[in-house]
């Protein structure tokens, strides 16, 4: 079975532009969390998607967005972009939402200049 | 606030030997513990999760250890092996309404497993 899949695996953008990642789960799964990897604060939900519905968010500003497709896949979307936001975007999938393990995709690296 | 803190940033064990990778955490409510390996320019690869009715999983070298009272677990690797070498996270999640799926890292502790 193949595993989480993300899109682009690395990215360079500038200043105010915008970005999309996008992300495939594991088939079967329905639900996708987003995760960002930052040296300085680690590993920090972003939001979950389940039923194409937001199930949770994390502490981000509303710069942070996503959705989540009928198939289950989903998307983030960053705009106004911030030097700031450079960092690695994880995606993981789960069965369900709930006490259900994540797994996770290799990430895209977005770069910000 | 750190609800979930490695403390050790690093760890060098000799191969053969057991790692024990340690976990606490502040939040009561947390039930369902996960450790996660990850390599650089990869993302987290699960190894063992726990929940809190448990107080030990095992599977194959991988063994989580959970103390509730002490708001703490650990990972013991044995025996160690030069591919173990990664950055181990501990994670935590805490199935009350409005926290579905959301996990909390610790900032992760690199081991280094020596020949």
């Known amino acids: 079975k193949a595993g989480v899949t993300q899109t682009p695996r690395y990215l360079i953008k500038t200043r105010g532009q915008q970005v999309t990642l996008s992300c495939s789960p594991i088939?079967?799964?329905?639900?996708v969390s987003w995760y960002q990897q930052t040296p300085g604060q680690g590993l920090q939900f972003l939001f979950e998607?389940?039923?194409?519905?937001?199930?949770n968010k994390g502490n981000f500003p509303g710069r942070f967005s996503g959705r989540q497709f009928s198939n289950s896949r989903s998307e983030m979307n960053v705009s106004t972009l911030e030097l700031g936001d450079s960092a690695l975007y994880l995606c993981?999938?789960?069965?369900?939402?709930?006490?259900?393990?994540?797994?996770f995709g290799p990430g895209t690296r977005l770069l910000v200049l | 606030d750190q609800q979930v803190k490695q403390n050790s940033p690093s760890l060098s064990v000799q191969e053969g030997r057991i790692s024990i990778l340690n976990c606490d955490y502040t939040?009561?409510?947390?039930?369902?513990f996960l450790w996660y390996k990850k390599y650089p320019a990869e993302g987290p690869t699960f190894l063992i999760s726990?929940?809190?009715?448990?107080d030990k999983n095992e599977d194959g070298r991988f063994t989580v250890f959970l103390n509730k009272s002490a708001k703490h677990l650990s990972l013991h690797i044995v025996p160690s092996q030069p591919g173990d070498s990664a950055v181990y996270f501990c994670?935590?999640?805490?199935?009350?309404?409005?926290?579905?799926?959301?996990?909390?890292f610790g900032q992760g502790t690199t081991l280094q497993v020596k020949p």
């Open positions: 993981a999938s789960s069965l369900s939402t709930g006490k259900e393990t994540q797994y």
């Open positions: 088939s079967g799964h329905r639900s």
């Open positions: 998607y389940f039923s194409e519905t937001q199930r």
């Open positions: 939040n009561s409510m947390f039930d369902y």
């Open positions: 726990i929940s809190s009715i448990k």
């Open positions: 994670a935590a999640s805490a199935l009350v309404t409005g926290n579905t799926g959301k996990l909390i």
